[in-house]
């Protein structure tokens, strides 16, 4: 079985603040890692996925995160923050053996104050 | 252009009545997924279907129930047996493989009056 634990219901930040929202997972066997935004009222949008290689990936938007095996994370950071940076931000993870079912975190609201 | 299309965006049902949720996707994605988002608890997922006329039960599919008689649509009916379907709920899909991204619609609110 796999899991996710998104470690922050809600984070607020200035802008031009850096931010990092934090993402553990759990499963007995190989993952990938997916990040998704949603802004209010719509569905979600891929930031940025880790298959396989390099441990610091790059999305879009600025984001970028850190596959960290050994601590099971994968925490999204963006140095400086924008207005239009405030969304809701899920973690996700799938596995070889989950029939390519994409399991979810319960979401980190990102406020991003003037 | 290509994506996955909800209707409709909000959609108000008395209780005791079956309400049908419709997601087509014209992204010739043979995978089709529905979750249902409550405040503070992520997406769950409803029900899934790797290929057509094929499907398979997810982690909260009572009081649910899908078709998938073509590979571009795949209907969600929240049935009378649901006992709390007031959620935001949200189709998905993508091409087979674990290392693709899925695409999700703009949503469904459905309210229970």
């Known amino acids: 079985a796999q899991s996710v634990t998104q470690l922050d219901s809600q984070v607020p930040v200035f802008e031009e603040a850096p931010v990092e929202l934090r993402c553990n997972y759990s499963?007995?066997?190989?993952?990938?890692l997916f990040w998704y935004v949603q802004y209010p009222n719509q569905g979600l949008q891929l930031l940025l996925k880790?298959?396989?290689?390099?441990?610091l990936v790059k999305g879009i938007n600025g984001f970028e995160a850190e596959f960290n095996k050994s601590q099971t994370s994968f925490h999204l950071r963006k140095p400086s923050v924008h207005i239009s940076d405030t969304a809701e931000y899920f973690c996700a993870v799938t596995s070889s053996g989950s029939a390519r079912q994409l399991t979810f975190g319960s979401g980190t609201q990102l406020t991003v104050l003037p | 252009d290509g994506g996955i299309t909800q209707s409709p965006k909000y959609l108000f049902r008395k209780e005791g009545q079956n309400v049908t949720l419709s997601c087509e996707q014209n992204?010739?994605?043979?995978?089709m997924y529905w979750y249902r988002q409550d405040p503070g608890q992520g997406l769950r997922l409803i029900y899934y279907?790797?290929?057509?006329?094929?499907?398979q039960k997810g982690d909260i599919a009572e009081g649910y129930s899908v078709s998938r008689e073509k590979k571009e649509s795949f209907p969600l009916t929240v049935t009378s047996a649901q006992k709390n379907p007031t959620a935001f709920y949200l189709c998905?899909?993508?091409?087979?493989?674990?290392?693709?991204?899925?695409?999700f619609g703009q949503g469904t609110r459905l309210t229970v009056v």
């Open positions: 880790y298959l396989s290689g390099s441990t």
């Open positions: 998905a899909s993508s091409t087979p493989g674990v290392d693709t991204e899925a695409f």
């Open positions: 499963s007995s066997v190989s993952v990938y």
């Open positions: 992204l010739n994605h043979d995978a």
């Open positions: 279907s790797q290929i057509v006329n094929d499907f």
